[in-house]
């Protein structure tokens, strides 16, 4: 590879990043709080330290990837020295849930409130991992015809990786847990949260479903998820928002009412502590359609 650390594609429309691949080799780039209008895949090559994300903090080590949607806070605390690689991709770009059957990644990698935002990568997953990163910046380096739809292409295959380890490792947690009676009543939880999330926003709600008192599984929900039940509950119903503020032109006003805000302004006020943003702006900027792009290295 040339020394070149950082190669971007830029959306022509409006100047906006659409695809960056960059290498560093230090925390500047991550020390403060980010909220970002693209997804992030941060391969952490060498380094340890704290993950802030939303409303919870996580150890991460190296050989980490960590995935973050738009505009989900995250922040990198490294105990030293710390290098890796970095992905970003506007949806404008690549729409994973627009692509969600053919790679799968949406409430796996990205947009899962249950999972800490990264996936531990062993050696095979190394390997294809780096053979992607070779190639995408060797085709970042040279625009020609389709440059585009063949970074797509690797950028899927990315995707799919990733995808595939976390859910193992996923499944492979669970085994160890089966037959633990929290774990269960996690399970029921997160039925219990996807089924009436658009109706039911508070934390006693959901004790009440689950007959357990409000305490008892908010310590559970702490103790296994990392999280506190109101902020979980706060997450889904965000993880709706932005994708029907994507994906559809509903009204914000319909939206709001479809998950159970009868009051617009009371909706936009949640989901602005939420982001950080309205959802006006979470619509301007992360958009609907795809666009043509071209290479600003």
């Not at 022509?12 to 209008?37: C, M, S, T, V, Y």
């Amino acid at each position: 590879m040339s020394n070149q650390n950082t190669l971007t594609l830029v959306n022509p429309q409006n100047g906006n990043l659409a695809f960056k691949i960059f290498f560093f080799e230090d925390n500047r780039f991550f020390d403060h709080i980010q909220r970002n209008n693209f997804y992030s895949l941060i391969w952490l090559k060498e380094g340890s330290g704290k993950l802030k994300a939303d409303f919870s903090e996580y150890i991460f080590l190296n050989g980490y990837l960590l995935s973050f949607s738009p505009y989900q806070p995250f922040m990198l605390l490294p105990d030293g020295a710390m290098s890796g690689i970095a992905i970003q991709f506007h949806p404008d770009f690549f729409c994973i849930h627009k692509h969600q059957q053919e790679v799968a990644c949406n409430g796996v990698l990205f947009n899962n409130i249950y999972h800490p935002p990264f996936v531990i990568l062993d050696d095979k997953s190394v390997s294809v991992i780096e053979m992607l990163i070779e190639q995408i910046y060797t085709e970042m380096q040279n625009p020609v015809l389709a440059q585009s739809e063949l970074l797509i292409s690797y950028l899927k295959i990315f995707l799919i990786t990733a995808s595939r380890l976390k859910a193992w490792q996923h499944a492979e947690a669970k085994k160890d847990t089966a037959n633990l009676k929290e774990p269960f009543i996690l399970q029921s939880l997160k039925e219990a949260i996807e089924t009436n999330f658009k109706k039911k926003h508070s934390a006693g709600d959901y004790a009440k479903l689950l007959n357990i008192t409000p305490k008892a599984l908010a310590k559970i929900t702490k103790t296994h998820l990392n999280k506190n039940l109101t902020s979980l509950i706060a997450e889904r119903i965000i993880i709706e928002a932005k994708r029907e503020l994507y994906l559809t032109n509903k009204p914000i006003k319909q939206i709001a009412y479809e998950l159970g805000y009868n009051d617009e302004y009371y909706f936009s006020r949640f989901f602005k502590t939420n982001t950080d943003i309205s959802p006006q702006t979470y619509r301007n900027t992360v958009g609907f359609d795809r666009q043509s792009v071209s290479v600003n290295n």
